[in-house]
């Protein structure tokens, strides 16, 4: 069985840090793009951020540029997003997302939650002003 674990969530103040992590089992994403979306209450589900299978190609939503940074360890099968800079709009539930896709990179397309067929679900991030 195939899992996305999502951890690392939890409350932060407005201008601190937090590195959530993305734990995969059953199957390696080693080949496999990966994102980060979230969802805040009462709004949809919004991309993050992206990675390639490498980790040599990232895409980043505006709203997070320059203060999230996605990471990953394949040795590890984890997916990482570091949030550094959070403001009181960061507050949602985060999830990550992985293309079954192997060894490809479609950019931009990765803002489109079309684009992976694995989720896990999802650690809750509160960011107090």
């Known amino acids: 069985q195939v899992q996305l674990v999502e951890s690392g969530g939890g409350l932060a103040q407005a201008g601190g840090s937090l590195r959530l992590s993305c734990a995969a089992s059953g199957r390696t994403f080693s080949r496999n793009a990966m994102g980060w979306f979230r969802q805040a209450p009462g709004k949809e589900r919004e991309f993050v951020a992206a990675?390639?299978?490498?980790?040599?190609?990232?895409y980043y939503a505006d709203s997070v540029k320059g203060r999230f940074t996605i990471g990953r360890d394949n040795a590890k099968n984890t997916l990482y997003l570091q949030m550094n800079s959070l403001k009181p709009e960061d507050t949602a539930v985060y999830y990550c997302?992985?293309?079954?896709?192997?060894?490809?990179?479609?950019?931009?397309?990765?803002?489109?939650?079309?684009?992976?067929?694995?989720w896990g679900q999802g650690t809750q991030v509160t960011v107090s002003s």
């Open positions: 990675i390639s299978w490498s980790g040599s190609s990232t």
């Open positions: 997302a992985a293309d079954s896709s192997a060894l490809i990179w479609r950019g931009g397309a990765y803002s489109s939650h079309r684009s992976y067929d694995y």
